[in-house]
């Protein structure tokens, strides 16, 4: 009787840094040592996983793909990728097109470039700006290897294009990101011309609450076709505002076999998935549609002369079928933008972060972010993450720290600073210095009315004028001007203190600057141009307010930090105008004109469902008609489109930010629109104002 064939692919989760070759080349390597010690014999990691995802321009560098293809040839030529099949991702060059294929190697030979079929080009994808889809389905051409592989192994071809390897047990098929996600994916003919195995190298960067829709569109494939699927994805910060949360995972059949942690800060994380064939052979023989099917579609094979079952395998455990992991919300915030941050932090070199703490729920979020990133990397240094700990040290500049507790290592890493004018309230500052303590951050009080008295006065001096707020008798031009002169003094201080703290304290190195505005304040244009919004990094950039009250209300619940239930309770407010009676008279919603919560809706209708101001204000008549008179509802969507049009100037500028939501009014790369409107949208407000008066009538 034949033995059971039992084989076990490593499914490897990398945190790449896009154009760092020697560090790709270091962990891709780890991954392959560490894939052969658990005993598999096929790895596969991420795409484009050599150069890193993020190239962009630079992939339309000759070095960029000279690079890449020295990195393979210093990966085949290492003992550790011995006897196992290696599969990496990298950029091609065949017949002048740049190709993104996944490199597939044996022994020092290179067996296929596998070339991705369909492009990613929505949202922040803009492959085809580089790359080339293969459009020839199961057919491959022969490819001319570049002198360096041919000097050192003796190959001078092989193959790219879409085939499948064949080993003496089974066929293997492949997928790349966006194939899956695509209206005609091929996983279905994979499976049809006999692949087995299906391996979905990923970039598949995070946005929230798209983690279990990518493991269902996954599940329900393979539910349909049987086999094994396995799905490799990037992890972390490669470079931009992006993260890559690093969700790896098997599916046999339809269960889940196999599941990396999601969003982690560990650089190398490899899972197996080991299965018996005779269970994907017996479950697809039970298809009736695939016995009708079979004959339809043809691949180009490549037979390699190799096992995948291991010696002895008939003992070997098969992966079992195991629960779901997913995120809530609030989690999400908790894991997505930590990791961000500590890659950057780490990949920049820089002693820490500085944050401007108004005791408001944005910098207040930021604060208690940067929080959870210490407890994180406290956490995975007592569970023996030795590159995590490396990596602490070099930022503190102490080879021999070990961080004692979350809130020792949060008074190293974080300065905040409450920067008070007279137009401050005590409760603000209070809700600062509260939550300082709290989080146990290096905290300073700072006044800038000097500052903003010395500008009033060089204005003064040059035009003999004073301005005046509003309610003191001045104009709209003088009250805006003295709100923004403020906000700005603060951003120039925050840079000054960013750069010197560090100094003062007897350390080398500098702090980066933390901003806090949140998504919905960026699509409405409510902030300053070059105020506290504008610093290096923002985590909360992609966040709308509504969830960073969720994120609160959860940290509140699960850590002892109790200032944050003042936070959550106080009104939002820039407090940039001159208090009545010590109280505030600027509240953020009634200055705006509208609520967070409608601000999230305009949002998604703008981006996400593609909403001009006439459709918006259509379908908001469905969704408010129990809240708003159509007369109301245009008001609300005419005022939207004024300010959004009228400070999308503002976007230009905007601090990068962490992706996290789909609208995002990030001008980046992210929302490619215009920064100059009409921003009396005649046309558009006229065709609402025809539609009210016909509801009317």
Same mark, same amino acid.
């Given at each position: 009787?034949?033995?059971?064939?039992?084989?076990?692919?490593?499914?490897?989760?990398?945190?790449?840094?896009?154009?760092?070759?020697?560090?790709?080349?270091?962990?891709?390597?780890?991954?392959?040592?560490?894939?052969?010690?658990?005993? /598999?014999?096929?790895?596969?990691?991420?795409?484009?996983?050599?150069?890193?995802?993020?190239?962009?321009?630079?992939?339309?560098?000759? &070095?960029?793909?000279?690079?890449?293809?020295?990195?393979?040839?210093?990966?085949?030529?290492?003992?550790?990728?011995?006897?196992?099949?290696?599969?990496?991702?990298?950029?091609?060059?065949?017949?002048?097109?740049?190709?993104?294929?996944?490199?597939?190697?044996?022994?020092?030979?290179?067996?296929?470039?596998?070339?991705?079929?369909?492009?990613?080009?929505?949202?922040?994808?803009?492959?085809?700006?580089?790359?080339?889809?293969?459009?020839?389905?199961?057919?491959?051409?022969?490819?001319?290897?570049?002198?360096?592989?041919?000097?050192?192994?003796? =190959?001078?071809?092989?193959?790219?294009?879409?085939?499948?390897?064949?080993?003496?047990?089974?066929?293997?098929?492949?997928?790349?990101?966006?194939?899956?996600?695509?209206? &005609?994916?091929?996983?279905? =003919?994979?499976? *049809?011309?006999?692949?087995?195995?299906?391996?979905?190298?990923?970039?598949?960067?995070?946005?929230?609450?798209? =983690?279990?829709?990518?493991?269902?569109?996954?599940?329900?494939?393979?539910?349909?076709?049987?086999?094994?699927?396995?799905?490799?994805?990037?992890?972390?910060?490669?470079?931009?505002?992006?993260?890559?949360?690093?969700?790896?995972?098997?599916?046999?059949?339809? &269960?889940?076999?196999?599941?990396?942690?999601?969003?982690?800060?560990?650089?190398? @994380?490899?899972?197996?998935?080991?299965?018996?064939?005779?269970?994907?052979?017996?479950?697809?023989?039970?298809?009736?549609?695939?016995?009708?099917?079979?004959?339809?579609?043809?691949?180009?094979?490549?037979?390699?002369?190799?096992?995948?079952?291991?010696?002895?395998?008939?003992?070997?455990?098969?992966?079992?079928?195991?629960?779901?992991?997913?995120?809530? *919300?609030?989690?999400?915030?908790?894991?997505?933008?930590?990791?961000?941050?500590?890659?950057?932090?780490?990949?920049?070199?820089?002693?820490?972060?500085?944050?401007?703490?108004?005791?408001?729920?944005?910098?207040?979020?930021?604060?208690?972010?940067?929080?959870?990133?210490?407890?994180?990397?406290?956490?995975?240094?007592?569970?023996?993450?030795?590159?995590?700990?490396?990596?602490?040290?070099?930022?503190?500049?102490?080879?021999?720290?070990?961080?004692?507790?979350?809130?020792?290592?949060?008074?190293?890493?974080?300065?905040?600073?409450?920067?008070?004018?007279?137009?401050?309230?005590?409760?603000?500052?209070?809700? /600062?210095?509260?939550? /300082?303590?709290?989080?146990?951050?290096?905290?300073?009080?700072?006044?800038?009315?000097? /500052?903003?008295?010395?500008?009033?006065?060089?204005?003064?001096?040059?035009?003999?004028?004073?301005?005046?707020?509003?309610?003191?008798?001045?104009?709209?031009?003088?009250?805006?001007?003295?709100?923004?002169? =403020?906000?700005?003094?603060?951003?120039?201080?925050?840079?000054?203190?960013?750069?010197?703290?560090?100094?003062?304290?007897?350390?080398?190195?500098?702090?980066?600057?933390?901003?806090?505005?949140?998504?919905?304040?960026?699509?409405?244009?409510?902030?300053?141009?070059?105020?506290?919004?504008?610093?290096?990094?923002?985590?909360?950039?992609?966040?709308?307010?509504?969830?960073?009250?969720?994120?609160?209300?959860?940290?509140?619940?699960?850590?002892?930090?109790?200032?944050?239930?003042?936070?959550?309770?106080?009104?939002?407010?820039?407090?940039?105008?001159?208090?009545?009676?010590?109280?505030?008279?600027?509240?953020?919603?009634?200055?705006?004109?509208?609520?967070?919560?409608?601000?999230?809706?305009?949002?998604? *209708?703008?981006?996400?469902?593609?909403?001009?101001?006439?459709?918006?204000?259509?379908?908001?008549?469905?969704?408010?008609?129990?809240?708003?008179?159509?007369?109301?509802?245009?008001?609300?969507?005419?005022?939207?489109?004024?300010?959004?049009?009228?400070?999308?100037?503002?976007?230009?500028?905007?601090?990068?930010?962490?992706?996290?939501?789909?609208? @995002?009014?990030?001008?980046?790369?992210?929302?490619?629109?215009?920064?100059?409107?009409?921003?009396?949208?005649?046309?558009?407000?006229?065709?609402?104002?025809?539609?009210?008066?016909?509801?009317?009538?």
């Amino acid at each position: 009787m034949a033995a059971r064939q039992k084989v076990t692919i490593a499914i490897c989760t990398l945190n790449q840094w896009a154009m760092d070759f020697e560090g790709n080349y270091q962990r891709i390597l780890k991954s392959i040592e560490e894939a052969k010690r658990r005993g /598999a014999r096929y790895r596969f990691g991420p795409e484009l996983e050599i150069c890193g995802y993020g190239c962009y321009d630079h992939y339309h560098e000759g &070095d960029t793909l000279r690079h890449s293809f020295e990195v393979l040839l210093k990966l085949m030529n290492d003992p550790i990728t011995q006897d196992i099949i290696c599969d990496v991702g990298m950029p091609v060059n065949h017949c002048n097109s740049l190709y993104n294929c996944r490199a597939v190697f044996l022994n020092r030979k290179v067996l296929l470039f596998r070339a991705k079929m369909v492009l990613a080009r929505s949202h922040n994808y803009r492959e085809p700006r580089y790359f080339r889809p293969w459009n020839k389905t199961g057919e491959v051409e022969e490819y001319f290897l570049p002198s360096i592989i041919t000097a050192a192994t003796g =190959q001078r071809t092989t193959i790219i294009g879409d085939a499948q390897i064949v080993t003496n047990e089974t066929c293997i098929g492949y997928e790349i990101c966006e194939e899956l996600w695509s209206i &005609d994916s091929t996983h279905i =003919q994979q499976s *049809l011309t006999g692949a087995e195995i299906i391996l979905n190298s990923s970039a598949s960067h995070f946005i929230s609450r798209k =983690q279990s829709y990518r493991q269902m569109l996954v599940q329900t494939a393979v539910s349909k076709i049987g086999g094994l699927y396995c799905y490799a994805n990037c992890v972390g910060c490669d470079g931009d505002r992006l993260v890559f949360d690093g969700h790896s995972f098997a599916f046999l059949n339809g &269960d889940l076999i196999a599941e990396e942690d999601s969003l982690g800060l560990s650089e190398i @994380s490899v899972v197996t998935a080991t299965v018996d064939l005779d269970d994907i052979r017996t479950y697809r023989s039970n298809q009736s549609s695939r016995r009708s099917n079979s004959d339809n579609y043809t691949c180009h094979k490549i037979r390699v002369d190799f096992s995948m079952c291991a010696d002895g395998s008939l003992m070997l455990p098969v992966s079992t079928p195991i629960q779901q992991k997913t995120w809530t *919300l609030a989690e999400e915030i908790r894991l997505a933008p930590t990791l961000w941050l500590w890659d950057y932090l780490r990949r920049s070199r820089q002693g820490g972060f500085f944050l401007p703490l108004s005791g408001g729920m944005d910098s207040s979020s930021v604060a208690v972010i940067v929080y959870c990133m210490c407890e994180r990397v406290c956490e995975a240094i007592e569970n023996g993450n030795l590159e995590v700990l490396k990596d602490l040290q070099v930022i503190l500049r102490d080879e021999s720290y070990i961080p004692g507790n979350t809130r020792e290592l949060c008074n190293k890493l974080l300065v905040t600073c409450y920067m008070a004018s007279s137009n401050s309230s005590q409760e603000t500052k209070q809700r /600062a210095c509260s939550l /300082a303590i709290d989080i146990n951050s290096t905290h300073m009080n700072v006044c800038i009315d000097l /500052a903003v008295q010395a500008v009033v006065k060089i204005f003064t001096m040059i035009s003999g004028k004073t301005p005046r707020y509003k309610v003191h008798g001045g104009s709209n031009e003088e009250n805006l001007a003295l709100q923004n002169v =403020q906000a700005r003094l603060r951003m120039v201080l925050s840079y000054f203190f960013g750069q010197l703290t560090l100094w003062t304290q007897g350390r080398p190195g500098s702090l980066l600057v933390l901003s806090s505005s949140n998504v919905d304040e960026g699509l409405r244009g409510y902030m300053t141009k070059y105020d506290c919004s504008s610093g290096d990094i923002n985590p909360i950039g992609g966040i709308s307010k509504t969830d960073l009250s969720t994120f609160l209300k959860y940290c509140y619940a699960n850590f002892t930090l109790p200032t944050l239930h003042s936070v959550l309770n106080a009104t939002p407010s820039a407090e940039l105008v001159p208090l009545q009676e010590g109280v505030l008279v600027q509240p953020d919603e009634q200055e705006m004109g509208m609520t967070y919560e409608e601000l999230s809706t305009y949002g998604r *209708l703008r981006k996400v469902s593609g909403c001009g101001p006439y459709t918006m204000f259509c379908k908001l008549l469905v969704t408010w008609k129990d809240k708003f008179s159509p007369v109301q509802i245009a008001e609300k969507v005419k005022n939207f489109f004024r300010f959004y049009s009228m400070n999308r100037h503002k976007m230009t500028t905007l601090t990068p930010s962490m992706h996290v939501v789909d609208y @995002s009014p990030d001008d980046n790369r992210f929302d490619m629109r215009q920064f100059l409107y009409n921003v009396r949208w005649p046309w558009q407000f006229r065709s609402i104002d025809q539609q009210v008066e016909t509801l009317q009538q």
